[in-house]
């Protein structure tokens, strides 16, 4: 089957450092996307990996091991606008259907 | 500022009732989606068209759903008749096509079936 594996919840601190990992398996792979998705508003894209290691996007980067079938979006410096859900997805190989997790939902305390 | 336009932004009806959802891609997207997410089953792909060619339509309820693109600018998704389980929102999505698949969410269509 397709499944996609993240933690429902993570909190942290301001200024500070987040890690959400995402595990996957698909019967396909055609790349892994990372969307944030502030409560209320729709889904907006963060990074697309398709290559194993670490793509850097600012305060923002995205790892991918296809090997174990595992990623993470790395957030750093933290800021209270970073509340927000965090969804990982997976592009099927034939069709580039994404597959969707849950989403993380991510609270940033002061 | 390009953006995808979705129609209504909120809705409330009665369990038979019909529910017609509207969404305009951008401009040059040929590819467009369905969503529909809710708090239990996360995002679910209902539809997808590229070049308004329907490509899979298997996750959509196929005897109350309907999903068309009568022209490049408009999709359409349709409900009849309506029940409760289907309140959620439903966000259409629109992707050049290309191989990094980046999608554009529309702001959704929140559907409440009372």
């Known amino acids: 089957g397709q499944n996609i594996d993240q933690p429902t919840e993570m909190t942290a601190t301001e200024g500070a450092i987040v890690q959400i990992n995402c595990t996957y398996q698909t019967s396909g792979f055609n790349g892994l996307f990372w969307y944030q998705q502030h409560a209320g508003e729709a889904p907006t894209f963060l990074s697309y990996n398709v290559l194993d290691g670490l793509e850097e996007k600012g305060r923002f980067s995205s790892f991918l091991s296809r090997s174990k079938g595992y990623s993470y979006l790395l957030l750093k410096e933290l800021q209270m606008k970073d509340s927000a859900s965090y969804l990982c997805?997976?592009?099927?190989?034939?069709?580039?259907?994404?597959?969707w997790g849950l989403g993380t939902s991510l609270a940033v305390n002061p | 500022d390009a953006r995808v336009t979705q129609t209504p932004r909120d809705k409330v009806t009665e369990m038979g009732q019909e529910v017609t959802m509207r969404c305009q891609p951008i401009l040059g997207h040929n590819t467009v989606f369905w969503y529909r997410q809710t708090m239990m089953q996360g995002l679910e792909l209902l539809a997808y068209f590229r070049n308004r060619a329907p490509l899979d339509d298997s996750g959509m309820p196929k005897d109350r759903f309907s999903a068309e693109m009568p022209d490049a600018t408009l999709a359409t998704l349709k409900i009849q008749p309506s029940e409760p389980r289907d309140s959620a929102v439903y966000f259409c999505?629109?992707?050049?096509?290309?191989?990094?698949?980046?999608?554009?969410f529309g702001e959704g269509s929140r559907l409440t079936v009372l």
């Open positions: 999505a629109s992707a050049t096509g290309g191989t990094t698949g980046e999608l554009f």
């Open positions: 997805a997976v592009s099927d190989a034939n069709n580039r259907k994404l597959i």
